[in-house]
């Protein structure tokens, strides 16, 4: 009997769905589709990093329609899985399968060791990215020397023009050309914020306000007093203020909503925080995961920033980007050389008429 095992549908230990719903087989299947090309993608995190990785995904699928598309993360719950075809989260297993398997192209942009020794390992006609050679990293090819030379001095990397989407197009051989983020939506909480927040904001303009920025780098913080004073500007304007953040931001988003007329609903899980964000018109944040999300959701963005290249930010032409007046001595900095912290620098009326703008 006939299998058809380069169709897309094929699972191999399951009836596909076209044989479950419709009862067809491979010898007079009308839904068979056979894939042109098969490609790995290699990005294991951190989870902001992983959603601006996705244009890559809508790329591909205009480059090779019908390409079966894997990835391979730390974080696969931020994957949309109706875009990308198996999604592996690092383990033993999934290292074992992909090491056996074979790609058509397979592409790593990570730095880390054991992104680089999987691409080495893996079977692929064309790899693309970063790999392990002579005990230590390399790139593959003369297109990733930039990505690379760019992470290890300072001095290269300030002077970068190209923003992070035009340096992976660009180490993959492709053009970016506004191709959008993806993300996985959550349908079960996408009504229940847009109506929570709208209880709340009633016809008013819902911005939302990011508060914190993880623990890597705290030399991104806004001072506190800043953000109770821009909660106060935009109220007085109209706008309702919603307080955004996870566990570590908790505390002081509770001290804000006791002082000031902004809201907070608590700190929740991922899908819920998407959603959240959804519910949202703007997104006032620092660098953080937060931006990334309100990115692929299509949100307007104000973005703070003090110690990366603003270059490297691609905002889609629906936002702004705010930086100290004085500018940043600590470029990727964990410690502020100064006796004041240049984020004291990013004013609030500078943040406020970026806002207003939008």
Not at 153 to 181: A, R
């Amino acid at each position: 009997m006939l299998i058809n095992y380069d169709c897309k549908h094929f699972k191999g230990y399951i009836p596909c769905k076209p044989n479950k719903t419709k009862n067809y087989v491979c010898s007079h299947c009308p839904d068979y589709s056979p894939i042109s090309k098969k490609i790995l993608i290699i990005k294991l995190g951190a989870l902001g990093d992983v959603i601006r990785t996705t244009p890559l995904v809508p790329k591909y699928h205009s480059l090779y329609p019908n390409c079966h598309i894997s990835w391979i993360t730390l974080t696969p719950d931020i994957l949309p899985h109706d875009e990308i075809d198996t999604i592996y989260k690092w383990d033993s297993t999934s290292l074992f399968i992909l090491t056996q398997e074979a790609f058509d192209i397979a592409i790593n942009l990570d730095k880390d060791k054991e992104a680089c020794m999987l691409l080495t390992q893996v079977q692929a006609k064309k790899k693309y990215g970063f790999f392990w050679k002579d005990n230590h990293i390399a790139p593959v090819d003369a297109a990733a020397e930039h990505k690379l030379l760019t992470g290890l001095f300072d001095s290269l990397s300030k002077n970068n023009k190209q923003s992070y989407l035009e340096e992976i197009f660009e180490i993959v051989h492709q053009k970016f050309q506004h191709e959008p983020y993806l993300i996985r939506r959550h349908a079960e909480s996408t009504q229940k914020w847009q109506q929570e927040v709208q209880k709340i904001a009633k016809s008013k303009k819902v911005v939302g306000l990011n508060t914190g920025c993880g623990a890597r780098w705290t030399t991104r913080l806004w001072p506190t007093e800043y953000w109770g004073a821009l909660i106060q500007k935009l109220e007085q304007k109209g706008y309702c203020c919603i307080l955004l953040g996870g566990e570590q931001e908790d505390a002081q988003n509770k001290i804000y909503a006791q002082t000031t007329a902004a809201h907070y609903f608590g700190h929740s899980s991922l899908h819920s925080f998407i959603e959240l964000i959804n519910a949202c018109d703007i997104i006032i944040t620092q660098v953080s995961m937060s931006l990334h999300i309100a990115t692929a959701l299509g949100k307007k963005i104000v973005l703070m920033n003090n110690i990366f290249n603003k270059y490297e930010f691609e905002l889609y032409g629906r936002g702004s980007i705010v930086e100290p007046s004085t500018g940043c001595d600590c470029y990727y900095g964990t410690r502020c050389s100064r006796s004041r912290n240049c984020a004291h620098d990013i004013h609030v009326e500078a943040v406020y008429e970026a806002t207003i703008a939008l």
